[in-house]
């Protein structure tokens, strides 16, 4: 993909490769996050499966912005130091609070909803950026990416009724409505679809 980034005076070339250098340590940190989750939840095969998905989505997606990043001429270290401290301490921090965790898959899926909020907001404003100082390719490139993590929130919101009720199964609660799960599903898609 070619970039625009020599219609670019000085100042938006600098900006547009900050945010970038930007994604390419969140998607970082949000990686090395999930290769700790792949060994979370060996007998919950949804999480599991889930876990297996995002990792693999998320390596693709950090390896794109690399090159990426590689290709608008980017630092290697990453256009922001202060952007990549930030993002080692906030997966330091997650991996603090899984290891602290013995049980709740539930919540590690919060955890992960929360990070893929994170990199949808950074790719979101690189794509309002790119736009407003018309770098057409790293629109595209923005673009792309937010509809990665947009699918992972999504699918987060499809899978969480299922591991909530099977952790309070799991934790010997009595289940009043066994549908529970496939009910909740339908209204939080319901819920999403009215607020867009």
């Excluded at 693999?56 to 590689?70: E, G, Q, T």
């Excluded at 792309?144 to 969480?160: C, E």
């Amino acid at each position: 993909m070619a970039t625009d980034l020599n219609n670019l005076n000085s100042q938006g070339k600098k900006a547009i490769r900050d945010f970038v250098g930007d994604i390419v340590s969140v998607e970082s940190g949000i990686e090395e996050t999930l290769d700790r989750q792949l060994k979370m939840g060996q007998d919950n095969p949804t999480f599991h499966a889930a876990v297996q998905r995002f990792h693999d989505a998320v390596k693709a997606s950090r390896d794109a912005a690399r090159s990426y990043r590689d290709q608008l001429g980017a630092d290697e270290e990453g256009a922001n130091t202060l952007v990549e401290k930030g993002t080692e301490a906030l997966g330091a921090i997650t991996g603090m609070i899984q290891k602290l965790r013995a049980e709740g898959l539930s919540k590690t899926m919060r955890d992960d909803y929360n990070l893929f909020n994170t990199a949808a907001i950074a790719y979101t404003t690189l794509h309002t950026s790119a736009m407003a100082l018309g770098d057409s390719a790293t629109e595209t490139f923005a673009a792309n990416g937010l509809r990665t993590y947009a699918r992972l929130v999504q699918d987060i919101n499809n899978i969480i009724p299922e591991i909530v009720v099977d952790e309070l199964r799991k934790d010997n609660h009595i289940i009043a409505n066994p549908m529970a799960a496939e009910q909740c599903r339908k209204e939080i898609d319901r819920i999403w679809k009215e607020a867009s």
